[in-house]
């Protein structure tokens, strides 16, 4: 039965492959995704995917090692100077970008710069640097508008860009990636990271080559000479590919398919925890939602109702039928491992289907309502099949909730517009600490802060938490911050999380590729066995 279905699908896996019926090179390594980057415009989209292929072209001045230590990059130590308002950063000297130009404190300046613009969306990464100048062509400092001991945990994701090239190039402002623009560094990079890109074709094909000149030559095991990625969004298509030869290694294998991968011969399949809880965001601040049949007023602005639909959601369920056990059922948006996690917090709901139709009759829907549910089908593992389980538990409370599954580069630029009702979203934390998800997903949406709360939640003591942590040098003070923060933001029910998500890579055995928890795999750190 194996190899009957095996046989369907390879043809089709085949083409969506580019026909590599013949195997590669030993240092070209062949991977494959359900989807793509959404561009590779370093600073315009703070998205897992974008920021995997970024990566390997471009650096940043700081990253997080396999032990989620900060560790230097293209810069080499950072330190507070005299004024505790003033970071200063030593740069690595003797770098190159691709195209040969020298890597330098201009480049810095207006990389930073560049990601503060209102296109960007790293801005809320550097919503507290005021001023960014160069000391000397190896040494920045950047000014922020008061103490912020957090600074270098920031950057771990903000590429740095040649300004030279950016000039020449036109780009010296980041696409706007909601209004659609189409500028040259959205398919052309040149960056100073591990590998050059060779060929973009979005949604088709990326091809990256080593960089001979990199830096981290004799510092990470660099064996990879070329990569090529491609991305499927079939999950069949991608398991058969592997199981075939065709690709040397897939990220994110569908969970239904892990056994299976586990037991193949030449396959092996590495796991670990996440850096990612997968939720659901209410639309609270309408005055009416766009789906509903509910006209005049926004059920959701009414706690109970918010309330009601989280309790309508059977996790374990979840767990247990769509996730086969790869998931951590969650009641609150954070990773267990970020500074400011409480386990004290994160319970999860018991799913009480007759409480939650009192609380809609409460509210005043006693025959519950009609709303569109908003879901990638090609981000999260088993997005789609979620939200599917979910619309179905939110049906058992009178909740009829419409699916609209669709590509996560459409999901992804109407997000960000605030227009959608009900909607799934996963949130993983680089900085490793809360401040990040409270600046992100429950600040009040201003040009500061709050650029992924497309839920219009405000409140203004959340907003004063999250402001007061950001400066606060005392750790015990600050941390009696964030836990104020986090008991408040719970006990509004801003969001329904369902789980902190697993990560499994599966792979050729002749590989050795350690996982790394925010489910970047940097190709500069592969080595192959002998």
């Not at 897992?48 to 990059?73: C, E, I």
């Not at 569908?254 to 030449?266: I, T």
């Not at 580069?409 to 605030?418: D, V």
Request: aromatic share 8%; net charge neutral; with cysteine.
């Amino acid at each position: 039965m194996k190899k009957t279905r095996l046989a369907l699908v390879l043809p089709f896996a085949l083409a969506a492959l580019g026909g590599f019926a013949a195997p590669a090179a030993a240092e070209t390594v062949r991977w494959a995704a359900a989807g793509d980057a959404l561009t590779m415009d370093p600073h315009a989209q703070n998205e897992g995917p974008t920021h995997v292929m970024n990566h390997q072209v471009y650096d940043s001045l700081v990253f997080r090692d396999q032990a989620m230590k900060l560790a230097p990059r293209l810069a080499t130590s950072w330190r507070i100077a005299d004024d505790p308002t003033v970071w200063e950063f030593k740069l690595r000297e003797g770098v190159k970008y691709h195209n040969g130009n020298p890597f330098t404190a201009d480049d810095v300046v207006f990389s930073i710069l560049r990601a503060k613009h209102e296109n960007s969306d790293m801005k809320g990464l550097l919503t507290t640097v005021v001023e960014v100048t160069k000391v000397d062509d190896h040494t920045v400092r950047m000014r922020t508008d008061g103490p912020n001991p957090l600074l270098p945990n920031n950057l771990t994701n903000l590429f740095i860009m040649d300004r030279e090239w950016a000039e020449e190039n036109k780009v010296t402002l980041p696409q706007n990636y909601k209004a659609g623009d189409e500028t040259f560094a959205v398919r052309n990079a040149n960056g100073t990271g591990p590998f050059r890109l060779v060929k973009r074709e979005p949604d088709v094909r990326t091809e990256l080559e080593r960089n001979e000149d990199y830096w981290g030559k004799g510092t990470f095991p660099m064996e990879v000479s070329k990569v090529v990625f491609t991305p499927v969004r079939s999950a069949a298509t991608r398991v058969a590919a592997l199981l075939s030869g065709e690709i040397d290694f897939l990220l994110d294998p569908p969970v239904q398919d892990l056994e299976r991968l586990s037991s193949a011969k030449g396959i092996v399949v590495r796991s670990g925890p996440e850096n990612r809880t997968i939720f659901f965001g209410m639309n609270q601040g309408a005055a009416e939602l766009r789906s509903s049949d509910v006209k005049g007023k926004n059920p959701f602005a009414d706690k109970r109702v918010r309330e009601a639909m989280n309790i309508a959601i059977n996790r374990e369920a979840v767990k247990r039928v769509v996730m086969r056990g790869q998931s951590v059922p969650a009641g609150i948006v954070a990773p267990p491992f970020i500074d400011g996690y409480d386990k004290a917090l994160d319970v999860v709901p018991a799913p009480d289907v007759a409480r939650a139709r009192a609380l809609l009759a409460e509210a005043g829907y006693p025959n519950g309502f009609a709303v569109t549910l908003s879901c990638p089908n090609d981000r999260y593992v088993n997005d789609e099949a979620i939200c599917q389980a979910v619309t179905g538990m939110f049906g058992q409370i009178g909740v009829k909730a419409r699916l609209d599954a669709r590509p996560k580069s459409i999901h992804f630029a109407e997000l960000p517009k605030g227009e959608l009702d009900l909607y799934m979203l996963g949130w993983g934390v680089p900085t490793m600490d809360s401040h990040y998800v409270f600046h992100y997903l429950y600040e009040t949406k201003t040009d500061k802060g709050g650029s992924w709360n497309v839920t219009g939640y405000s409140n203004p003591k959340v907003d004063e938490l999250v402001t007061a942590m950001t400066r606060e040098i005392d750790l015990a003070k600050r941390a009696g911050m964030v836990a104020e923060a986090w008991k408040t933001v719970q006990n509004d029910v801003v969001y329904l999380p369902i789980h902190h998500q697993m990560l499994n890579w599966a792979m050729k055995d002749n590989i050795d590729f350690p996982v790394q928890s925010e489910n970047y795999p940097y190709f500069k750190l592969l080595k192959f066995k002998k």
